[in-house]
C-alpha cells in the first residue's frame, strides 16, 4: 500500500489545496490524517487561508480515500460536519513486519508511548516538526505541518511506499528518507 501521511492541517485551505495537488500527483491509495484538520488552536497565529468551511468540503470531496485519528484541536462537533470518521485516537497499520501506532502526538508520544515492542513506529503529528529517531529500540516518525511548520520546518507531508517513508515539502521535494529493515 502507498500510503501520504500529513498532519495539522489547522483549518487552511490554502495549505490543503496545495497538500491535495501533491496527492493527486503522487496517487497513493490513501491518505493518513493524523489530526488537527480544522481549527487553528489557541496557540497557533491563524494559517495562510484560514477557512475551515473550505477545508470540510475539501476533506469531504475525498471522504472514501482517508484515514483519520483525532487531534487535540479536533472535537465532537468537527465530526458533525466531516464525512468520515475522525475520533479515533489511533490506527494500527503494518509494514514489512513493522507494526505502526499511528496517532495525534497529545496523548501518545516519545515521553507516553504507547505498547510497542523493538522495531515498532510510533507515527505522529502534533509538534509540526518533521522527526525520524530511535527511541528505546523503537522508532518515533513525525511528518511535520502542512500549514503551520515549527522549528525552522517546512510545510510538507510523508509518503510511506515499499518499507520507505520520505519527507517532502509541498513542492512535492523530498528532503529526508527512513527505510525500514
Not at 516518525?141 to 515549527?150: A, E, F, Q, R, T
Not at 515499499?162 to 528532503?175: C, H, R
Request: one cysteine or more.
Amino acid at each position: 500500500m502507498k500510503l501520504m501521511i500529513a498532519s495539522d492541517i489547522h483549518g487552511s485551505a490554502f495549505y490543503l489545496k496545495e497538500l491535495l495537488r501533491q496527492y493527486d500527483t503522487e496517487q497513493p491509495d490513501k491518505l493518513l490524517l493524523l489530526g488537527d484538520l480544522i481549527y487553528h488552536g489557541p496557540r497557533n497565529d491563524l494559517p495562510k487561508g484560514y477557512a475551515p468551511p473550505e477545508v470540510i468540503e475539501l476533506l469531504n470531496a475525498r471522504k472514501e480515500e482517508i484515514l483519520c485519528v483525532r487531534g487535540n484541536c479536533d472535537t465532537d462537533v468537527d465530526q458533525m460536519v466531516l464525512d468520515f470518521p475522525i475520533l479515533a485516537d489511533y490506527c494500527i497499520l503494518y509494514e514489512q513486519g513493522h507494526m505502526i501506532f499511528a496517532t495525534h502526538g497529545h496523548n501518545h508520544n516519545t515521553a507516553n508511548p504507547p505498547m510497542l515492542k523493538p522495531g515498532d513506529i510510533l507515527l505522529h503529528g502534533h509538534t509540526h516538526v518533521p522527526t525520524a529517531e530511535e527511541f528505546n529500540g523503537r522508532y518515533y516518525l513525525n511528518p511535520g505541518s502542512v500549514s503551520i511548520p515549527k522549528d525552522g520546518s517546512q510545510r510538507g507531508y510523508m509518503m510511506l511506499e515499499n518499507g520507505v517513508f520520505t519527507w517532502k515539502n509541498l513542492d512535492g521535494e523530498a528532503y529526508k528518507n527512513f527505510e525500514l529493515h
